[in-house]
């Protein structure tokens, strides 16, 4: 993390599950570093399924904010089944980010409970 980043980033990967947890209040650019460094983590620790925490962020993101981010994901996180725990009232913003990430063949889906992702990831 830069000198002046706002966010915190954690993460603990279980065999072929890497679970990250992030918070703060994001920017665009931070939210792409924040993908850039999972990223890494999948290709060092090759694993296939993610799960994230983003409830304790604060992201909003314009319309063609989540077509841009959806099209810019790497092509490994094809390979990667991934659970998005999200806040339930940001759940129209995500549900569109949801749509463009199926649209480009990437696994994922967005949820409101570690236990409804987790169960979704097995």
Known sequence: MG?????KLRYTVKGDL??????????????NEIMDKIHKLIIEHTVRKLL?????????LELNESLSMANEQPLEFKNVRTAIVEKKEKAA???????????RDFPM??????TEAEEWLM
């Open 3 to 7: 000198l002046f980043t706002k966010y």
């Open 18 to 31: 890497l679970m990250v947890a992030y918070s703060g209040k994001l920017t665009k650019r931070e939210m």
């Open 52 to 60: 994230i925490d983003a409830r304790d962020s604060d992201l909003h």
């Open 109 to 114: 889906h967005f949820f409101n409970t570690i």
């Open 93 to 103: 913003q995500y549900k569109m980010f949801e749509m463009f990430a199926e649209n």
